[in-house]
């Protein structure tokens, strides 16, 4: 099967949108998880390799160039006859909500280092994508690269200054990519994920009033991730949005 | 099973976009398909109709607010016991690519009327999908409008002044109805479809330079219909673009 | 004086940004004012006469190309040896603000002709603003053509479904021409009004909680039209937004 | 005079615009230039004191918090008694135009300091414009932070990704300062720049197929800005652009 010759990596992978979108595409592909911390990914990890699945964890950070290196290299190591099929970069920004005068620029610097992390992880998985991309037929979808965005990558707000410049950053990558590999087969999507996600970190959040399905599934954007992966070459979507039937906006 | 007590219907269906859309909406649901001419949709009817599925053809003008009630008349006489599952508004706009100077009043008019066709069958069609929000988990999937955009829906262009009227006309209600219905269980999409689509009245042109895959494949525009119906309410998409690998934007 | 040699058009005059408008463009050149009934220019015409301007008042529904027509056969025998140095297209849009289904379709036709009169008005306007690119040096300033445009030219919203697809289509035309019109010398400029203007039609109205200057005044309207107007044609802006320093957006 | 006792502040003052932008500030208020070479600002300052005016120049690297601090200290021992009218950012992004697969984290850290440049700038500035702010009616003009984008701050394009990266944050900076400043009276501008400059550093360059003011001119941009700081507070602009009429976009 096309699937076992092929692997994907997720960047970002905690107890949200990361454990749903490693669950997802490790159902067809041996996926390849990143985070700073073992604990983020561990559990998962596990739950993959128990369930028929395949997954290993590797600690990185992905604003950090040479973690980035150094995390291809095991993988190349772990998967040596593998090619890369999909990769995602759903790595948390940075968030000080603040107003602008009582922020300080390590606030602006942690901000941006989303775009950081975002470079290094294009950087690394591009070249693999590529080669997937003229490998051609043989790949089971055209190679993707998926971004995640928020409402703040298209609107700079009161108190989030910061979070909205890493974000708008993020976005401009992504766009310049998509602009750069998509004539060269390469799927570039990004993700405008505008509402509070339904994770073990917002179980206390109210969100829209505490209506139901108010918070995003984790488990439906991991959906629209996999959905992006499949889309056809001769019709690829760059950007799409995501948000709760009752969020404003 | 669900789908049996549930129908959708798809306004503009000619041998492209709206016969793949049509095919792929009857694997799950009977299908009123309209058309101002029969000629449009007959083979269509007939091809769903030999194959297990369920059609039906009514010859509507979706900018004549007469015709669309009394088409809706037809389905409600058709249809008695079912409800609404799924809205599609894929009419085309009138095309007069010319200088501004050489336009006529009457081509911006036929231009404009794309909006009128979205307003009139919005307006048919809303009603059924808010009672089949308000069925609930009756529905197999929230009930969905789905509209048509083109590349001229956020971009203005030199001999593309009326067709851009009318799409940026039709985008402004598009967004507005989903402002106003999401919270109401009914999920409004708009789909930029940026590019040639690969249909037999665009056979001789030349897109892309004539690259594999470089016109739109009419059933990849069909299966992210498909794919924003099945949408959980927690997670809608209001826009998405969609557009050959090596188109340009 | 090359002033006494141009002229300019306003169109939608009456007690608000209309007068401040033509008020502001009288100073240099004669100014032919149309509007639906006399009475919205009759005392505007009478204020820029009496006060050593030239202003004529033609009644006008931009609307139909006919009566635009002969509005401007009239200009054309008022000003036999002027050449048109700005146009200004300043026509309200029908208003129906509610609930999408309590809609009826002559609320949209009214909102959508906004877009028709911006198309007949530029039709008119557009061969002597080339003329006048054409003369070059004599022209005081690029020839122009504003256009106001509003929030809703921007963002559809609920139970604003009709304006903003009005406006959308009158957005479209504007960037459609400046793409159009620009490289040949006539400055095409759009400009989103985000607030409630200051007009005696808006006196009990409440906006930004009461705020002092929370609402737009129409004379710095006027002020921005005409800088627009005296913009070097190295450096056009092609749209613009107006809004109250208290307006949230 | 009330310009007396005001004064303005300019980042990026070079040969180009920041010495057009610092020639038109100067003709009203007391002006402080900076840039990290004293070279880039030397001529300015003695043009603008030989003239009647009267100007300092601080060599300043707006990337670096502590160059900052230090920079407006001076500029507070120079003008103890004077209130902040108008700030411009001005300061150019890293720029390296190149395939994504041959950039390096130095270059996408060069681009993002400029983000990090208006951050530190704004930090400095915006106490002294909400003090004229509250000041009310003693400052000549609403207090004004004017910045300068460029095509790429609403564009990511191939071989540009590192500076639409750059320039989209300082997007999102500016929309976010605006959001939080204009209601407290300080009017916050982004100015998209969209085309080649007409300056020293370009003379050689061909744009747009070497027309007659095919290059935006330095003074037009300066007198943009000094609009913008001009307007009344009932309708700031946030965002502008700026082009060559024969500029496509």
């Known amino acids: 099967m096309a699937s076992k010759t092929f692997f994907a990596v997720i960047a970002g992978v905690g107890p949200g949108t990361g454990r749903s979108v490693a669950l997802k595409f ?18 998962i990890v596990a739950e993959i390799n128990q369930s ?14 040479a973690s980035v290196t150094s995390a291809f290299d095991k993988i190349r190591a772990e998967y040596p006859d593998k090619r890369l099929a999909a990769a995602v970069y759903n790595v948390g920004a ?28 294009a950087q690394a998985t591009l070249p693999g994508l590529l080669e997937s991309a003229e490998a051609g037929a043989a790949a089971p979808h055209p190679p993707t690269l998926v971004i995640t965005g ?14 909205a410049a890493g974000k708008f950053a993020v976005r401009a990558l ?34 829209n009033g505490g209506a139901e399905d108010g918070k995003i599934s984790a488990d ?10 499949t889309q056809h070459r001769s019709s690829f979507t760059q950007e799409l949005d995501l948000r709760p039937y009752v969020e404003k906006f």
């Open 26 to 43: 490790a159902k067809t592909y041996p996926v390849a998880l990143l985070a700073r911390k073992p604990e983020s990914y561990a559990d």
């Open 52 to 65: 028929g699945g395949h997954a290993i964890g590797i600690p990185t950070d992905t604003a950090d160039a």
């Open 94 to 121: 940075g968030f000080a909500v603040k107003p602008f005068l009582d922020l300080v620029p390590s606030e602006l610097s942690a901000a941006l280092s989303n775009a950081t992390g975002l470079f290094n992880f």
């Open 150 to 163: 928020a409402t703040a990558s298209l609107r700079g707000a009161p108190r989030f200054a910061t979070f």
């Open 174 to 207: 992504a766009q310049s990519l998509a602009r750069e590999f998509h004539p060269r087969g390469v799927h570039v999507a990004h993700v405008i994920v505008d509402g509070v996600i339904d994770i073990p970190r917002t179980k206390g959040w109210e969100a």
């Open 220 to 229: 439906a954007i991991a959906d629209s991730y996999w959905y992006l992966h």
